[in-house]
């Protein structure tokens, strides 16, 4: 089955620091990645969407120059959280599809836990 | 507009049964679902798509009602292994690029 990846696994850093988080797809192409954000007990929130070679689309309220995300190839995605605070703690993950459409899976990453001292 | 599941929660012995419900104020093009256990990530289970589908797989089987907008997810004679939460993520026609709104979750608990 397709199998997505994701760098690191969980992260604690001081606030005002940039990290980076990576989402690979191992076994196929990735058309379209997308990035979730989830607290606790609560839903996935679609933070943005993005295509290899373009600029990511952002879901409305979220930040696009707090939240770097670079679709570098068909298999990379990699989301910077820049000057992370506190309030930005949370369990990020990927997915990715090989499609672009409604009817494709989307594949997900085993997710990244992001805490900000 | 996120679609909304129910129940919030249930909890079931092992061998019963349980159906979850997803409804959307939308129009659908597809329903995906979704289970996820506790500080994992979301493990894909099927999609349905416009056109009345049903689909199942070992015990788990879903209907996607278009017209009422609207899908059921069963799960028949319950394992311990189905604990977790489900979530169904809709995609509507106003959506791009394959964008899903994910509902707030069932808890599904199921005990010895």
């Known amino acids: 089955g397709a199998v997505v990846s994701q760098h690191p696994s969980w992260v604690i850093c001081k606030s005002g620091t940039s990290v980076k988080i990576e989402c690979r797809s191992l076994?196929?192409?990735?058309?379209?990645m997308f990035w979730y954000r989830q607290f606790p007990k609560q839903s996935l929130m679609l933070m943005a969407t993005?295509?290899?070679?373009?600029?990511?689309?952002?879901e409305q309220g979220v930040e696009k120059d707090k939240f770097l995300i670079n679709h570098a190839s068909l298999t990379l995605s990699t989301l910077t959280v820049t000057s992370a605070h506190p309030e930005d703690s949370s369990f990020y993950i990927c997915s990715a599809t090989p499609g672009t459409g409604l009817i494709d899976t989307q594949y997900f990453g085993p997710g990244t836990r992001l805490t900000v001292l | 507009q996120q679609p909304v599941q129910s129940p919030q929660a249930v909890i079931l012995r092992e061998g019963e049964d349980a159906v979850i419900n997803c409804s959307s104020s939308?129009?659908?093009?597809?329903v995906h679902w979704y289970r996820q256990k506790h500080g994992e990530a979301p493990v894909f289970l099927m999609i349905l798509l416009k056109g009345g589908e049903q689909k199942g797989h070992d015990k788990i089987s879903a209907s996607f009602n278009e017209k009422k907008q609207q899908s059921s997810l069963y799960l028949t004679a319950s394992q311990l292994s189905y604990s977790g939460t489900y979530f169904c993520?809709?995609?509507?026609?106003?959506?791009?690029?394959?964008?899903?709104?994910f509902g707030k979750g069932t808890k599904l608990s199921v005990k010895p």
């Open positions: 993520g809709t995609g509507d026609y106003g959506g791009s690029q394959g964008n899903l709104i």
């Open positions: 076994d196929f192409q990735a058309t379209t």
């Open positions: 939308k129009a659908l093009y597809s």
């Open positions: 993005s295509n290899e070679g373009s600029k990511a689309t952002y």
